[in-house]
């Protein structure tokens, strides 16, 4: 399996796990309003996981081991 197909089936079921959560009356906007916030909170704790895994911020100790950052990712 290539590292495409791995992303693909990923988004994939994060769409499909996504769209479950919504009412069926939600209004259009609304459906992309808690699209575009959801994968933001998404993407800010991955990114967040990755910088504690390599210590980006100084004033904060390194936390996670490979283990625990693959778990946030």
Do not use: Q
Not at 8 to 32: C, E, K
């Amino acid at each position: 399996m290539t590292a495409r197909t791995l992303i693909d089936d990923g988004i994939g079921r994060f769409s499909t796990w996504l769209d479950a959560t919504y009412p069926d009356d939600l209004h259009p906007h609304l459906v992309l309003h808690r699209r575009l916030g959801k994968v933001t909170e998404e993407v800010g704790e991955v990114t967040a996981a990755i910088g504690g895994y390599f210590g980006e911020n100084p004033r904060k100790v390194t936390m996670l081991n490979k283990g625990e950052t693959a778990s946030h990712c």
